[in-house]
């Protein structure tokens, strides 16, 4: 288990805060994930649907890309991969790359620092669970690496809740 991220995981990890822009001019929560095999293909990528009460508030990009990985992979194949985020997976996406079989997590902007950008939003009611302790539960090993690049990850934000 690595403690810092490598040169591949800086390069996807910025690949996915550019798609967080991306989501953002498009007038979407500036969220973003990518699925990576153990070859450094991308078999997944999501940014967040469409902003509540319009969208589906469980359309999170971590579990729609790893959801789509899933439907792609084989569980061995999955164990390889590693899903790169945008920010820190809630409960619900850490629950469904769990489910999902994904080996190893990488994220860039931690959920303690995510809430001091989004303080009381609605639409982001954040829950005060790190993924780390979601997969802790598990019955299987998941690597996680986070935070990285955390300023470059919340720049993305500034604004974006006022």
Known sequence: MTSTPTETDLHFLRQVIALSGQARAQGHHPFAALVVDDRGEVVAEAVNGSRPPEGDPTRHAE???????????????????????????????????????????????????????????????????????????????????????????AAVHVGFWD
């Open 63 to 153: 579990l729609v890309a790893v959801a789509q990985a899933a439907r792609r992979l084989d569980p061995a194949q999955l164990r390889r991969c590693t899903l790169y985020s945008s920010a820190e997976p809630c409960a619900m996406c850490a629950g469904a790359a769990y489910w999902c079989g994904v080996g190893r997590v990488v994220y860039a902007l931690s959920e303690a620092r995510l809430l001091t950008l989004t303080g009381s939003h609605p639409e982001n009611p954040t829950l005060a669970l790190p993924c780390r302790e979601v997969f802790a539960r598990g019955q299987r090993a998941v690597e996680v690496l986070g935070p990285a690049l955390e300023d470059e990850a």
